[in-house]
């Protein structure tokens, strides 16, 4: 931009020399009268002295003008600089794009202007941005221009002015000019190390002559800088798209590594570790996001004395390996592992570390023990002793039950016969103790059509008990609405649905000829109220269980089925409406 200084510097320049010229003018003038008047007195004086003053007038005229002309291109040249600057320091293409064809079309006062750029294959020149006068987006109807001045500026990389296409002789025979009504059009090429990149094109399809030689000089300069500003830009998004797609990759990657039930982990050929899943973490009970990076023999636990020596047979000797080890973690105590060791190749074969992966057999250990437990308790006297040894004898935990009935089936019963009875209760029972199944959980008892499921007991410990119960009250309802399709109208019941998580007494009850595993104690009470208070089709669960997983869940507060009596107080409960996505 001109400063104050620069333009009072140009004003004193113009109006200095305009006072000269009308100095000169007059004093020409009045020479000329003098020697008229001595010509009157037979004095002759010859006239090229004045003929000499006319013409330094006349000089002095048109260095005024000249000055002018000057003072206005060098203030849109400072301009035109300002604004590469400022193109040159933005990295979006489509932002660059527009600042370019905006700042030209100012500049040169057209009424469109279109950029064109080669596509990455080297090819076809395509319109990249089209804009009005008032620095909008053209509409599609008006994107039509010359591909004929187009071509051969890209072509040739020399600029095309013209001040009246429909008269021009070089596109007599373009009918995309004639056929567009082009009067004034500029085109000048981008130029990118010597090859022209794109083309930038302005015109006016209604004045003639609107664009000038100085435009032409000034839009050619402004094309130079702003095809370095392009190219950039268009590095920088190739760049990006280049990002995104490695950071879409990897996200994929993690996600598959994540939803792996088996822990992986791999290694590099100097044992520091390169990758670890969410699953070998929690597998190992160590923090797997501050492993990478870290030697293998710094986060692993022991796992078993000659460990580190077979993670070295098996890099260096190309060699897959399986073993199974009972490590004994901090607090997890003892775990079975099955371990598979491989070599980890690169693409050309080169092995560049290991490869292991880890299956908790923990559960499937603790589960075949029970499953053992459970077929030697079935009422034989003489293994009672053992099943004792499982702490079946009375011990305290945390488990979360889940109380079902059948809505409205004492009145339903009273209209069938005995046998139809209980063929429809039987279905209505096989519901829920598959649903309670479906997620580890036991059925303590049937009381007539209510069904008691427990989670985290000695036979199926779970850490996530809570969730588990309230997946099978929700599967439940799910199976029941399948169940609904195939039984008449008048047979289509829905269960209430009670869930609350507590400490309770779990053991043997019964006599010694006849005992039973159960649990007792409040918490199994809770869980029958709520189901009390449960409307059909509905999973009431307590304020306990849903700390304990309230951001597995959607619910909403809980309005009891019936009113309750004076001296009854409404616990904190709640509806659930469905399982979240975390």
Not at 464 to 482: G, S, T
Request: net charge negative; glycine share 4%.
């Amino acid at each position: 931009m001109t400063t104050p200084i620069n333009r009072e510097k140009q004003e004193t320049l113009r109006e200095k020399l305009q006072r000269l010229h009308t100095l000169t003018a007059d004093l020409a003038q009045a020479l000329y009268a003098q020697r008229e008047l001595l010509a009157q007195r037979e004095i002759d004086l010859p006239t090229e002295p004045l003929q000499d003053l006319e013409k330094v007038s006349a000089d002095l005229y048109a260095f005024s003008q000249l000055a002018s002309d000057s003072g206005v291109e060098l203030q849109r040249l400072r301009e035109l600089a300002r604004t590469a600057q400022i193109i040159n320091s933005k990295v979006r293409l489509d932002q660059v794009l527009n600042d370019v064809i905006d700042t030209v079309i100012t500049l040169t006062n057209a009424e469109r202007g279109f950029i064109m750029l080669q596509d990455h294959e080297g090819g076809h020149f395509e319109i990249s941005v089209a804009r009005k006068i008032n620095q909008s987006d053209l509409e599609a109807e008006e994107m039509s221009v010359s591909r004929t001045v187009i071509q051969r500026v890209v072509e040739e990389g020399v600029p095309i002015l013209t001040t009246n296409a429909q008269d021009d002789p070089r596109f007599a025979d373009a009918e995309s000019v004639f056929d567009l009504r082009l009067r004034s059009l500029l085109c000048v090429p981008l130029k990118l190390k010597g090859q022209v990149i794109g083309a930038i094109y302005v015109d006016n399809r209604a004045v003639n002559a609107v664009f000038t030689d100085q435009d032409q000089r000034l839009v050619s300069a402004f094309a130079n800088q702003a095809a370095i500003a392009i190219e950039n830009a268009r590095l920088f998004d190739d760049v990006r798209a280049a990002l995104a797609e490695v950071t879409a990759i990897r996200d994929f990657m993690d996600n598959v590594f994540a939803s792996i039930a088996s822990g992986v982990i791999t290694a590099d050929d100097h044992d520091v570790i390169m990758l670890i899943n969410e699953a070998a973490a929690r597998i190992l009970d160590i923090e797997g996001h501050y492993t990478q990076g870290k030697p293998l023999w710094a986060v692993l636990p022991t796992l078993y004395e000659g460990f580190q020596q077979l993670v070295a047979e098996v890099r260096t000797r190309n060699l897959e390996q399986t073993i199974e080890v009972e490590p004994v973690l901090a607090r997890r105590g003892q775990i079975n592992l099955n371990l598979r060791l491989s070599p980890f190749r690169d693409e050309s074969q080169t092995t560049q570390g290991v490869a292991i992966v880890l299956d908790d057999l923990t559960t499937l250990k603790q589960q075949q023990a029970t499953l053992s437990a459970v077929r030697r308790y079935l009422p034989a006297a003489d293994s009672i002793q053992a099943i004792d040894e499982l702490e079946l004898s009375g011990v305290e935990r945390e488990i979360s039950v889940l109380f079902c009935d059948v809505r409205g089936f004492t009145a339903f019963s009273e209209q069938l016969p005995p046998e139809e009875l209980m063929l429809i209760i039987n279905q209505y029972l096989t519901v829920s103790s598959g649903a309670i199944e479906a997620f580890s959980g036991i059925v303590d008892k049937y009381m007539g059509d209510a069904a008691v499921g427990l989670f985290n007991t000695q036979f199926n410990p779970s850490e996530d008990h809570a969730l588990r119960a309230v997946k099978a009250a929700m599967k439940l309802l799910e199976d029941v609405q399948v169940l609904h399709a195939a039984l008449p109208a008048d047979h289509c019941l829905e269960y209430g649905i009670g869930v609350h998580s507590g400490v309770s007494v779990l053991g043997n009850v019964g006599s010694p000829r006849r005992k039973e595993f159960t649990a007792i104690g409040a918490t199994v009470q809770t869980a029958k109220y709520l189901q009390e208070l449960a409307p059909g089709g509905e999973v009431i669960i307590s304020a306990a269980t849903y700390e304990r997983i309230g951001r597995y869940v959607q619910v909403a507060p809980a309005t009891p089925r019936r009113a309750l009596d004076p001296h009854e107080e409404a616990p904190t409960m709640y509806r659930v409406l469905g399982l979240s996505n975390t």
